[in-house]
């Protein structure tokens, strides 16, 4: 019988990974100018979709309820408050990151 | 060995799903798409007994996929989605209509239970018969009666567990809007869902829905009564409901057998019961009690349900006094109440005179 955490542990690599990526995509998203920012604002709306959904899966509360929050922000055309949850979302995969590393 | 394919874009999810599926070593994931268009040609490749299908996709959505599986390559499909599946939407609803005969949001490891969960129902749902979809089908099987305007019997209690919304849908879409009975419908489903799917109701049917809460309910006739949350559906006197917050009975809250029971009590033989798709006890009980009573009860035909096990078992304990398609279920309350109101106004003995009714209805 596999325990929660070595379950966790096992895809805590594969989450980072897809998660970082998604990061990155939404990132350019907002970096992107004036034009089509409500088409890049929902590409970034998807991206944060996923990673909330996969963080859910694996428990990682705090990225599922920024990557939430921010699905939210970006479907209602809140660029300033996507950036700043983007921002936490980097934290909170730092976080994660070096939980791994230290356990 | 249960054997499964997984659409699901997200590759994460993908792998998740595998661990928790094959866990108890009964399930077997065999192959899997990463968009709607993958969908078919991997089902039609591997065959499996059952497929997790997510919603959000790229391209073909999961709306879309399961439609086009269901016409080309039919298969018992389980949605295994995100938090869209919230209080507020009725994608899962919309699935189940296009043909999927559940849906349940993706599990979280944190959750023994949520993993559970999805294994029981994967199992529930492996290899259930389901059918090719043609378009308007149902409408061509479809009778027209008269509708009159006083009722044969006072309620109509409907039970409906896996599987079985497409057909309370089928059901209260048949009915007219001069509907001559108040309909209670108890639909085994997490409580989170449970407002999304009276608003799902609300849209396909001309009667209102209504949400039973804990203060009594003055119902009238054509009015569709649903439990509120965390709570069982009793009638305390003839024409008032209320939602009865009490512990679950035999594990299920709101229970079947709860709302049979109390109307069994309350109304006798001036009443119909029925019982839906689903697995499971949960309903038998309190069906036979209402059968008892002399109220006229009808279970799914088992071999139309979307998952027989409950009304399979409601025929052959002889809970139900007959087995019928949900859309002949409809066509027979219409056309009860017509026969009814044109022979007398006083309480019917339900299942004599619907024995003529039935007569000239198509059996399976």
Redesign the interface.
């Known amino acids: 019988m596999?325990s929660?955490m070595e379950?966790?542990e096992?895809?805590r690599a594969?989450?980072l990974q897809?998660a970082w990526q998604r990061y990155t995509r939404i990132v350019e998203s907002l970096g992107k100018g004036e034009k089509g920012e409500v088409s890049e604002l929902r590409s970034a709306a998807?991206e944060l979709?996923?990673l909330?959904?996969?963080a859910?899966?694996?428990?990682f509360k705090n990225v599922a309820e920024l990557a939430?929050v921010g699905e939210k922000a970006a479907r209602e055309g809140d660029r300033a408050q996507v950036t700043k949850l983007v921002t936490e979302i980097h934290t909170a995969l730092k976080s994660i990151e070096a939980e791994g590393s230290s356990g | 060995m249960i054997r499964v394919v997984i659409v699901d874009?997200?590759?994460?999810?993908r792998?998740?799903l595998t661990?928790v599926l094959e866990?108890d070593g009964d399930i077997k994931v065999v192959g899997q798409a990463t968009n709607g268009f993958e969908a078919v040609p991997r089902i039609q490749e591997h065959k499996p007994d059952l497929v997790t299908m997510d919603i959000?996709m790229?391209g073909q959505n999961g709306l879309e996929t399961i439609e086009s599986v269901m016409r080309t390559s039919p298969v018992p499909i389980l949605v295994v989605t995100?938090?869209r599946l919230g209080p507020e939407s009725d994608l899962g609803f919309r699935a189940i209509q296009l043909g999927a005969l559940d849906f349940m949001s993706?599990?979280?490891?944190?959750?023994?239970g949520s993993m559970t969960r999805l294994r029981a129902q994967v199992r529930a749902l492996a290899g259930v018969p389901v059918f090719l979809h043609k378009a308007d089908a149902e409408e061509s099987g479809r009778r027209n009666y008269a509708i009159p305007e006083a009722p044969p019997f006072s309620v109509v209690a409907i039970a409906s567990g896996a599987g079985g919304s497409k057909s309370v849908a089928t059901i209260l879409g048949s009915l007219p809007s001069n509907f001559g009975a108040p309909i209670v419908v108890v639909q085994q489903m997490p409580d989170r869902f449970s407002h999304a799917f009276a608003k799902y109701l609300q849209g396909l049917t001309s009667l209102r829905v209504t949400t039973v809460e804990a203060m009594p309910h003055d119902c009238f006739p054509g009015e569709v009564l649903m439990p509120g949350s965390d709570s069982h559906v009793y009638f305390p006197r003839r024409g008032v409901v209320v939602g009865l917050n009490a512990e679950p009975y035999a594990g299920q809250r709101p229970s079947a057998t709860i709302l049979f029971r109390s109307v069994a009590e309350t109304y006798g033989s001036d009443a119909c019961g029925i019982i839906l798709s689903g697995t499971g006890t949960d309903g038998l009980e309190g069906l036979a009690t209402l059968r008892s009573a002399g109220a006229l009860t009808l279970a799914e035909s088992p071999t139309a349900a979307a998952v027989a096990d409950t009304p399979a078992a409601a025929m052959k304990s002889g809970a139900a006094s007959r087995a019928l398609t949900a859309q002949m279920i409809a066509n027979c309350l219409v056309s009860a109440m017509a026969a009814m109101n044109s022979k007398t106004t006083a309480p019917p003995s339900n299942d004599a005179s619907l024995q003529n009714l039935l007569g000239d209805l198509p059996r399976k």
């Open positions: 596999v929660i379950l966790r096992s895809f594969p989450f897809l998807s979709h996923c909330s959904g996969e859910s899966m694996l428990d939430r | 874009d997200s590759s994460l999810s792998m998740i661990k866990a959000d790229p995100g938090e993706k599990p979280s490891i944190a959750d023994e």
